[in-house]
C-alpha cells in the first residue's frame, strides 16, 4: 500500500498499545474467524465476494428451476401468481446484484492488484467496508423471505405505479417494496465505494514501467466498469430516493393524481440499468481477454483496439437506456434516436469478437476448461448480440418488447456471455488462488452440460417469444401452441443445474482434494502469475515488480538474468526504505457496515428511532476508524525467501 | 516517506504514479459521480417545471428572493473560508486553520438556518412535499442539498476537534473531543430553534429588542435553549484554548483538502440550484 | 525518492511561496467577484430584456461562477490536468444527461395529459 505523507505524522504508528485506547489497536490475526471480520487484504476480500456471490448464484438458480418448474406445462398450479412474482423478481434482482456483480468484485478485488504489481488497493479498510457492506444489501433484499410481506414481488426494475403505496401495499406493515428499495440502496453504495477505490488504485498505483497501454486487458476493464458503476448508480440511486420518498412521505413523484408522471421513473431507471447491463458483460470480456491469449499462446490480437472499443461502449452505453422504452410513445424522433445510438453500440462490440477471432487465428489453440468456456463465450455472446441487434430496430422491438425472445436475448448475453466467462476465471485462476487445478474430464464435463443445458433452456424462448408468449406470466394457456417450448425449456433448465452441480462439486472437491500444482500452470503472460507461491503471500510479491512490455510476466519468463539483477537491486533499496509496507486490519469497516444493516432494516419498516440507532452506529464506526489512524506495519524479505514482520513488531518509526 | 525540513510539496505526491495523492484522486472520482447524482435531481425538478399542473403551488407567491440571495451569498463567503482553511492547513499554521474551520462551520450553520426557516415559512404557507409535485421536487432537491451541507458541517466539526489531538500520543484526547463535539452539537440544535423563535416573534410582534429577548425567554424551553447556547459557546471557547503541542500539521493538509473540495462541490452545486430553481421561476 | 525532489524540481518551496504570498488576496478577490456576479443576476431578472437573453445571461453568469469555483478555489487550474479530466467526464455526461432528458420531455408526445388541458385554456385565452 502507497502511504501518503498522512503517514508522516504520525509519531509512533506502532507505539506500545498502552498509550492508546483499547478500541484503537489493530486486530493482527491472520487466521480464523476475526482474521475474515477485520481483513483489509484485497485477496481476502476477493474469496469473501466470491464465496457469498456463489452462494447467491445457487439460490438465484433455485429461483429460476422455481418458475420453470411452473411453466412446464399450461395452467400449472405448482405456486402463487403472488410467488411466481416474488421468484421472478428476486431472481433477477439476486442473479443482477447479489452474483455476477459480486463475482465479478471478487475478481477486481483479487487480481487487479495483482496485475499491476501492487501490494493492495488504495483504500483497504474501505474495501472491506465495500464487502460488509454488500452483505448487509443482500440480507436487506432477502429478509423478505422470512417475513409475513414476503420478497419484493415488483420486478427487478420496479416500474411505477406499480410500486406505489396504491398497488404494492397489500396490508399495512407490507414492506416487500420497502426491502427492495432500501437493499438497492445498499448495494449502489458497495459498489460505488469499491468502483472508487479501484479507479484509483489503478491509476495511482501501478508498478514503475506499467504504463496504461501496458495493462492487462483486465484491468483495463476493471477501470471502465469503475467509472461505469461511479456514473450509472447516482440515476437509480434518485429514482428509490423518489420512490421512497412517494411511498413513505407521500410525494408526488411518480403519483399521477399529485401531477407525477410514472414514465420517469422508467426513464432514471434505465438511464442506470443500460450502463449495467454493460458493467455486467465487461468484466467477462475482459477474463476472456486473459484466457484467449495464454490458451493461444500468441498475444492479444490488436491490444489498442480492443482497450478502446471497452471506452467506447461504456461511454456509448449512456445513450441508449430509452431502447428500453421504444413501446412507450416516446415520440418519433426520440425513438429513432436510440434506434440509431443502440445500433452503433453493436460496431465496438463486434470489433472486439474480431480482435479474439484474430488472437485465436494462427494460435496453438489448447483446448483446456477455461478455454472451452472461453470460446463459449464467443458464440453465446455473439448470439444474445444478434438478438440485440434485432432489438435495435424499432419497429421490431414493438413485437419483441416484453416478450420472450428479450429473455432470450439478455440470458444469451448474461449467461451466454458474463456467466460462461466468470465460470472461465474461476477454471483460469483456481491454481493461483488455491494452488491446486481442477481436473480437466470433470471441467470439461461440466462445461458441456452447462452448455447443453443452457441452450436447450433458453434457444427455444426466442421463438415462445416471436409466437407471443409474454414476460412475466405465472401461467399460460395450453392452446396458444407455446407447450412444448416451454417443456423443453424446463427440461434445459435442469439439465443446466445438473451442470452447474457438477461445476460446483468439481470445484469444492478440488479446493480439498484436488491436484496440486506450480504456480504458473498455465504458462501464462500477466503479473497476477509472477507471485512467489499459489495461495500468493499476503504481501503478493517478494519485490515490486518492474515492468517492460505488455504481458509483463511473459517478458520476465523471456528475459530471466535481467529480471534478476533488477529484482535484487529492488530488494535492497525497499529494505534500506524500512521494508515492505503492509495496511493494517480493522474493526471499523465492519462495525460501520453493521450500523448502515441495522438504520437501512429499521428506516424501511419506518421506525425512524431505530434508522437513528442505526445512524449513530455507523457513525461510531466512521469515527473510530477516521480517528485509529493509517497504521501500517513492515515486513522484511530476506534473500533466502522468509518474511519476517507483522503487526505491532516494528521496532523504529518509519 | 519522510519529508524534508519544514515543507511538504502539496503539488506533488512522490508515492503516487500520477503524483497526485491518493486522497485528492478518489474525492474527484467521487464529485464527477456526485455530479450525475445532482444531474437526476435537478432533471426532475426541471421536467415538472416544464409542464404545468393544474392547482400547483406557485413558486413565485413562496419564494423570498432576499433569503435566498442572501443565503446565496454566505455559502460562497464560506467557499471562500474554506479555501483560506486549506491554505492554513498547508503550510501548517494550525491557528489559522481552526479559525477559518470554525468560519466555515459558522457560515454553513447560517446557510442551513435560512434554508430551515425557508422551509418553516413554506409549509406554513401550505407548501409540503405532500402538496404536490413542485412540493416534492423542490423540498427532495434542496432538501438534499441541505443534508449535504449538514454532512459537510459535521465532517467541518470533526476536523476542528482533530486539530486539538495531543502530539503525546499518551494522553487522553478521546474524552475531550466527545466533549467538544457534544458542546457544537448542542450549540447548532438550540440556536437552529431559538432562531425560530425569534422570526416567529419578528412576524407577530416585529422585530425589536424586547420582541427578540422575548422569544428568548417566553417558555421554559426558550430559556433553557439559551442557557445551553451560551454555556456551550463558552466550553467551545474554554476547549478551544489548547496550547500544547498537536498531532496535526502539514501533512494533515491533504484531509483538509479533501473536505475542502467536498465543501466547494456543494457550494458549486448550489450556484446551479440557485439559478435554475429559483432565479428562472422570475421569468 | 524525496531526495531527487528536492534537487530536481526548482525549488518547490520558492515556487510555493510565491504562489502561497498571492493565494490569499486572490482567494478573497474571487470571492468579492463571486458576490458581484450573484448580485448581478439578482438585478438582471427584473430587468425589461427579453427573456432567451435573460435565460442566457443567468446561464453564462452562473458558468462563469461554476469554473471559477471549480478552478481556482477547488485548485484545478493548478493541479495534474487529470483531475480536471475525471471531474469534467461526470459533468459533462450528467449535463448531456439532462439535456436528453429536457428534450425527451418537452417533446409533443410527452407532454401529460393534464398539461394540455392547461395549454389548450392559454391558447384559447391568447386568442
Not at chain 1, 414481488?153 to 406499480?162: H, N, T
Not at chain 1, 463486434?350 to 476448461?369: A, C, E, S, Y
Request: aromatic share 14%.
Amino acid at each position: 500500500m502507497a502511504s501518503t505523507a498522512t503517514t508522516a505524522s504520525y509519531t509512533a504508528p506502532d507505539a506500545k498499545t498502552a498509550s492508546r485506547p483499547w478500541f484503537f489497536t489493530r486486530p493482527a490475526a491472520k487466521t480464523g474467524l476475526v482474521s475474515w471480520l477485520t481483513t483489509v487484504d484485497h485477496k481476502k476480500i476477493g474469496l469473501l465476494y466470491a464465496v457469498f456471490a456463489l452462494f447467491f448464484f445457487l439460490v438465484g438458480g433455485v429461483e429460476a428451476l422455481l418458475i420453470r418448474v411452473q411453466l412446464a406445462i399450461p395452467n400449472n398450479t405448482f405456486i402463487s401468481h403472488q410467488l411466481y412474482n416474488e421468484l421472478f423478481t428476486m431472481h433477477a434482482t439476486t442473479m443482477i446484484f447479489l452474483a455476477v456483480m459480486p463475482l465479478s468484485a471478487a475478481f477486481f478485488n483479487y487480481m487487479m492488484p495483482l496485475q499491476i504489481g501492487a501490494r493492495d488497493v488504495a483504500f483497504p479498510r474501505l474495501n472491506g467496508f465495500a464487502f460488509w457492506v454488500f452483505l448487509a444489501g443482500a440480507v436487506v433484499l432477502n429478509v423478505g423471505w422470512f417475513t409475513k410481506a414476503g420478497a419484493p414481488d415488483v420486478g427487478w426494475f420496479g416500474y411505477a405505479p406499480l410500486t406505489s403505496n396504491q398497488f404494492s401495499q397489500q396490508f399495512v406493515g407490507d414492506s416487500s417494496t420497502d426491502l427492495w428499495i432500501m437493499g438497492l440502496q445498499i448495494l449502489g453504495v458497495s459498489s460505488i465505494i469499491g468502483s472508487l477505490n479501484f479507479i484509483v488504485t489503478i491509476i495511482n498505483m501501478r508498478a514503475p514501467g506499467l504504463t496504461m497501454m501496458r495493462l492487462p486487458v483486465f484491468t483495463w476493464m476493471t477501470l471502465f466498469t469503475a467509472f461505469l458503476i461511479i456514473l450509472s448508480f447516482p440515476a437509480i440511486t434518485i429514482a428509490l430516493v423518489e420512490l421512497m420518498m412517494d411511498r413513505s412521505f407521500g410525494t408526488g413523484f411518480f403519483e399521477v393524481s399529485k401531477g407525477g408522471m410514472p414514465i420517469l421513473w422508467q426513464h432514471l431507471f434505465w438511464i442506470f440499468g443500460h450502463p449495467e447491463v454493460y458493467i455486467l458483460i465487461l468484466p467477462a470480456m475482459g477474463i476472456v481477454s486473459e484466457i484467449l491469449p495464454t490458451f493461444s499462446r500468441k498475444p492479444l490480437f490488436g491490444y489498442p483496439i480492443v482497450v478502446f472499443s471497452g471506452a467506447v461502449i461504456g461511454f456509448l452505453g449512456f445513450g441508449v437506456w430509452s431502447h428500453h422504452m421504444f413501446t412507450t410513445g416516446m415520440g418519433t424522433v426520440a425513438t429513432a434516436a436510440f434506434s440509431l445510438a443502440t445500433m452503433a453500440i453493436a460496431v465496438p462490440t463486434g470489433v472486439k469478437i474480431f480482435n479474439w477471432v484474430g488472437t485465436l487465428w494462427g494460435g496453438q489453440i489448447h483446448t483446456r476448461t477455461p478455454m472451452m468456456f472461453a470460446l463459449g463465450f464467443i458464440w453465446m455472446f455473439m448470439m444474445g448480440g444478434f438478438s440485440g441487434v434485432m432489438h435495435s430496430a424499432a419497429p421490431a422491438d414493438a413485437q419483441q418488447q416484453d416478450s420472450y425472445f428479450v429473455v432470450a436475448h439478455f440470458h444469451y448475453v448474461l449467461i451466454g456471455g458474463s456467466v460462461f466467462a466468470l465460470l472461465a476465471g474461476i477454471h483460469y485462476w483456481f491454481p493461483l488462488v488455491f494452488g491446486r487445478i481442477v481436473s480437466e474430464f470433470w471441467g470439461k464435463l461440466s462445461f458441456w452440460v452447462i452448455f447443453v443445458g443452457f441452450n436447450t433452456t433458453f434457444f427455444p424462448m426466442h421463438f415462445l417469444g416471436l409466437n407471443g408468449m409474454p414476460r412475466r406470466t405465472a401461467v399460460y394457456d395450453g392452446n396458444m401452441g407455446w407447450n412444448s417450448a416451454n417443456l423443453v425449456s424446463t427440461i434445459g433448465a435442469f439439465i443446466l443445474a445438473v451442470g452447474i452441480g457438477i461445476y460446483f462439486a468439481v470445484i469444492v472437491y478440488t479446493y480439498f482434494k484436488g491436484k496440486k500444482t506450480s504456480h504458473d500452470v498455465w504458462d501464462a503472460r500477466t503479473l497476477e502469475w509472477s507471485v512467489p507461491s499459489t495461495p500468493p503471500p499476503e504481501h503478493n510479491f517478494h519485490v515490486t515488480p518492474t515492468v517492460h512490455a505488455r504481458d509483463a510476466y511473459w517478458y520476465e519468463k523471456t528475459h530471466a538474468k535481467e529480471i534478476a539483477a533488477e529484482k535484487a537491486k529492488v530488494a535492497a533499496e525497499t529494505e534500506s526504505h524500512g521494508g515492505i509496507h503492509m495496511p493494517s486490519q480493522s474493526w471499523f469497516p465492519l462495525v460501520t457496515a453493521i450500523g448502515l444493516l441495522v438504520g437501512g432494516l429499521f428506516f424501511a419498516h419506518h421506525n425512524y428511532i431505530g434508522a437513528i440507532v442505526g445512524g449513530v452506529i455507523l457513525l461510531v464506526g466512521v469515527l473510530g476508524w477516521a480517528f485509529e489512524g493509517p497504521g501500517g506495519y513492515h515486513l522484511h524479505v530476506h534473500p533466502d525467501g522468509t518474511v519476517t514482520g507483522g503487526e505491532g513488531q516494528d521496532e523504529a518509526h518509519h | 516517506m519522510s519529508a524534508h525540513a519544514g515543507t511538504i510539496d502539496h503539488h506533488h505526491d512522490h508515492t503516487t504514479v500520477t503524483g497526485i495523492p491518493n486522497k485528492k484522486l478518489f474525492m474527484w472520482a467521487f464529485l464527477a459521480s456526485d455530479c450525475m447524482f445532482f444531474g437526476a435531481l435537478i432533471s426532475s425538478h426541471v421536467i415538472y417545471r416544464l409542464h404545468p399542473v393544474p392547482n400547483a403551488t406557485d413558486p413565485l407567491k413562496v419564494f423570498s428572493l432576499e433569503l435566498t440571495s442572501f443565503s446565496t451569498f454566505i455559502l460562497l463567503m464560506s467557499s471562500l473560508l474554506m479555501a483560506l482553511a486549506v491554505g492554513a492547513s498547508q503550510k501548517g499554521k494550525i491557528e489559522a486553520t481552526r479559525k477559518m474551520l470554525l468560519g466555515t462551520i459558522f457560515f454553513g450553520l447560517i446557510f442551513l438556518g435560512c434554508q430551515v426557516y425557508e422551509f418553516t415559512h413554506f409549509v406554513h404557507l401550505g407548501m409540503t412535499l405532500k402538496s404536490d409535485v413542485f412540493g416534492s421536487t423542490f423540498y427532495t432537491l434542496t432538501g438534499t442539498h441541505g443534508i449535504h451541507v449538514a454532512i459537510g458541517v459535521l465532517w467541518l466539526v470533526f476536523m476542528y476537534i482533530r486539530t486539538f489531538k495531543p502530539a503525546d500520543a499518551s494522553k487522553a484526547w478521546v474524552a475531550r473531543a466527545f466533549t467538544q463535539f457534544l458542546a457544537f452539537a448542542v450549540a447548532t440544535v438550540t440556536i437552529m430553534f431559538l432562531m425560530l423563535e425569534v422570526t416567529h416573534a419578528g412576524a407577530e410582534h416585529g422585530y425589536s429588542l424586547a420582541s427578540i429577548t422575548g422569544a428568548l425567554t417566553h417558555t421554559p424551553l426558550a430559556a433553557v435553549s439559551t442557557t445551553a447556547f451560551a454555556l456551550s459557546i463558552a466550553l467551545l471557547f474554554v476547549l478551544g484554548r489548547f496550547k500544547q503541542p498537536v498531532d496535526f500539521g502539514e501533512a494533515n493538509a491533504i484531509d483538509v483538502e479533501s473536505m475542502g473540495l467536498y465543501w466547494h462541490f456543494v457550494d458549486i452545486v448550489w450556484i446551479v440550484i440557485f439559478t435554475v430553481v429559483y432565479l428562472l421561476e422570475y421569468l | 525518492m524525496s531526495a531527487h525532489a528536492a534537487t530536481a524540481h526548482d525549488s518547490p518551496e520558492v515556487h510555493a511561496e510565491h504562489h502561497d504570498d498571492g493565494k490569499f488576496h486572490v482567494f478573497v478577490q474571487i470571492a468579492m467577484i463571486l458576490a458581484v456576479i450573484t448580485g448581478i443576476e439578482i438585478v438582471l431578472i427584473y430587468l425589461p430584456l427579453a427573456k432567451w437573453l435573460i435565460v442566457s445571461s443567468l446561464v453564462l453568469l452562473s458558468v462563469v461562477k461554476f469554473l471559477m469555483v471549480i478552478f481556482w478555489f477547488m485548485h484545478l487550474k493548478f493541479d495534474k490536468i487529470f483531475c480536471t479530466i475525471l471531474f469534467f467526464i461526470g459533468l459533462i455526461l450528467s449535463g448531456g444527461t439532462v439535456a436528453a432528458l429536457m428534450l425527451l420531455f418537452g417533446a409533443k408526445d410527452s407532454v401529460p395529459l393534464t398539461a394540455q388541458t392547461i395549454y389548450a385554456e392559454q391558447a384559447a385565452e391568447n386568442e
